[in-house]
């Protein structure tokens, strides 16, 4: 049984857990628009653009994390697919996807050109052995009558 000097204690704790728990929600993710309209008109134009680039590259230059080649970021015209100036929510989210995938492109481009080099300085195989084709069957069965009988694999490997 409870005393009742702790039923007031449980019930604080049980609040603070509650307004704990509240607070650890995630907080709904920002927009661009949420970030960068600036006359809430809805949408960003050209010149909000600009104005919340800049001030993304001074924090992070502030903060000690400047951001390298900033002038190969997308530029407004890039994210107005319609070119009414001003950008939206959606146009913002095509443009994101766009650059996701020229740069997943490019990563994946890079990486066959690597392999490619990789492969050329390796030297040619001299020897038998796993860097060599399989032979297949039909170049085994000699006479052709489906079955590789055991004069038929040695003299074929006898001819190599």
């Given at each position: 049984?409870?005393?009742?000097?702790?039923?007031?204690?449980a019930?604080?704790?049980?609040?603070s857990?509650?307004?704990?728990?509240?607070?650890?929600?995630a907080?709904?993710a920002l927009?661009?628009?949420?970030?960068?309209?600036?006359?809430?008109?809805?949408?960003v134009?050209?010149a909000?653009?600009?104005?919340g680039?800049?001030?993304?590259l001074e924090n992070?230059?502030r903060?000690?994390?400047?951001?390298?080649?900033p002038?190969l970021g997308?530029?407004?015209?890039?994210?107005?697919a319609?070119?009414d100036?001003?950008?939206?929510?959606?146009?913002?989210?095509?443009?994101r996807l766009?650059?996701?995938?020229?740069?997943?492109?490019a990563?994946?481009?890079?990486?066959?050109?690597r392999m490619q080099?990789?492969m050329?300085?390796m030297?040619?195989?001299?020897?038998?052995?796993?860097m060599?084709?399989?032979p297949a069957?039909?170049e085994?069965?000699?006479n052709?009558?489906g079955?590789?009988?055991?004069?038929?694999y040695?003299?074929?490997?006898a001819?190599?």
């Amino acid at each position: 049984m409870y005393s009742i000097s702790k039923i007031p204690l449980a019930l604080a704790a049980a609040f603070s857990l509650t307004l704990a728990a509240a607070s650890l929600q995630a907080a709904p993710a920002l927009t661009p628009i949420d970030t960068l309209d600036k006359d809430n008109s809805g949408t960003v134009n050209e010149a909000e653009f600009n104005a919340g680039r800049k001030a993304q590259l001074e924090n992070r230059a502030r903060m000690g994390r400047p951001i390298s080649n900033p002038e190969l970021g997308p530029k407004f015209g890039e994210i107005d697919a319609d070119g009414d100036g001003e950008a939206t929510l959606e146009e913002f989210r095509a443009a994101r996807l766009e650059i996701m995938a020229r740069r997943q492109a490019a990563l994946e481009l890079a990486r066959r050109e690597r392999m490619q080099q990789m492969m050329q300085r390796m030297p040619a195989p001299t020897t038998p052995g796993m860097m060599q084709p399989r032979p297949a069957f039909e170049e085994m069965d000699l006479n052709g009558d489906g079955i590789i009988s055991r004069d038929e694999y040695n003299r074929f490997h006898a001819g190599r």
